[in-house]
């Protein structure tokens, strides 16, 4: 996976944060522009929005569109596109560079991941050897979960976690969420874990948590 294109929107006076978030399987990089505009964060903040590249996706028959990595069946127990996943996190970590490179150090970058893009953003997270700021993981899960023991990084261990879920959500069962919520805190993770009555998506309340939460990273 080349350098991913991305969408940018610097908000506030200065950067003191660097946002990476990811959408979703099937959208793209405007898609969580508008949420980044609304969060009002009390110090400037960069947020890069990457596009996922177009590939196409077993479980919606073989049909091309902008993924993460193909998903081959639903559920926790089915099989993983663990190349693709892997090569996901790589490019991310570009990402990440690219920022120090810009000026950030890494206890500046936060990564945020909206179902599939979530589920790279946790799995990237949890293999840094420097940690980073934090880590939101919207609607997801955490993939290649059998692996977490043996590929954790120790120093990943103290990276805050914010976990929030849609308690009705059809596509993502919160079962599926919570599962990966204990793994993670079995493994000597701190998980804020939220849920909220919706489905599949966001909603103003979220916005407002991951507002304070992002806020309160700075101020810790």
């Given at each position: 996976?080349?350098?991913?294109?991305?969408?940018?929107?610097?908000?506030?006076?200065?950067?003191?944060?660097?946002?990476?978030?990811?959408?979703?399987?099937?959208?793209?990089?405007?898609?969580?522009?508008?949420?980044?505009?609304?969060?009002?964060?009390?110090?400037?903040?960069?947020?890069?929005?990457?596009?996922?590249?177009?590939?196409?996706?077993?479980?919606?028959?073989?049909?091309?569109?902008?993924?993460?990595?193909?998903?081959?069946?639903?559920?926790?127990?089915?099989?993983?596109?663990?190349?693709?996943?892997?090569?996901?996190?790589?490019?991310?970590?570009?990402?990440?560079?690219?920022?120090?490179?810009?000026?950030?150090?890494?206890?500046q970058i936060v990564l945020?991941?909206?179902?599939?893009?979530?589920?790279?953003?946790?799995?990237?997270?949890?293999?840094?050897?420097?940690?980073?700021?934090?880590?939101?993981?919207?609607?997801?899960?955490?993939?290649?979960?059998?692996?977490?023991?043996?590929?954790?990084?120790?120093?990943?261990?103290?990276?805050?976690?914010?976990?929030?879920?849609?308690?009705?959500?059809?596509?993502?069962?919160?079962?599926?969420?919570?599962?990966?919520?204990?793994?993670?805190?079995?493994?000597?993770?701190?998980?804020?874990?939220?849920?909220?009555?919706?489905?599949?998506?966001?909603?103003?309340?979220?916005?407002?948590?991951?507002?304070?939460?992002?806020?309160?990273?700075?101020?810790?």
């Amino acid at each position: 996976m080349g350098r991913l294109d991305t969408v940018e929107l610097e908000t506030g006076a200065g950067i003191d944060l660097g946002v990476i978030w990811l959408h979703g399987l099937g959208a793209d990089g405007y898609d969580f522009e508008p949420i980044a505009r609304e969060l009002d964060l009390p110090f400037g903040a960069r947020f890069v929005f990457p596009h996922a590249p177009v590939r196409p996706v077993t479980i919606n028959g073989g049909i091309e569109m902008r993924a993460w990595y193909d998903i081959l069946s639903f559920g926790p127990s089915g099989p993983e596109d663990e190349a693709g996943i892997r090569a996901s996190a790589e490019a991310v970590r570009q990402l990440i560079g690219r920022e120090i490179d810009r000026g950030l150090s890494r206890d500046q970058i936060v990564l945020v991941g909206f179902s599939q893009g979530g589920a790279v953003v946790l799995h990237t997270a949890v293999r840094e050897t420097e940690p980073l700021a934090g880590v939101i993981a919207l609607s997801t899960y955490l993939p290649l979960a059998a692996k977490l023991e043996l590929e954790a990084a120790a120093a990943s261990r103290d990276i805050p976690i914010l976990m929030a879920h849609g308690s009705v959500d059809p596509l993502i069962d919160i079962s599926f969420g919570t599962l990966s919520r204990d793994l993670l805190v079995a493994a000597g993770y701190l998980v804020d874990w939220r849920t909220y009555p919706i489905d599949h998506g966001v909603c103003a309340a979220e916005i407002s948590d991951i507002s304070s939460w992002l806020a309160g990273l700075r101020r810790a």
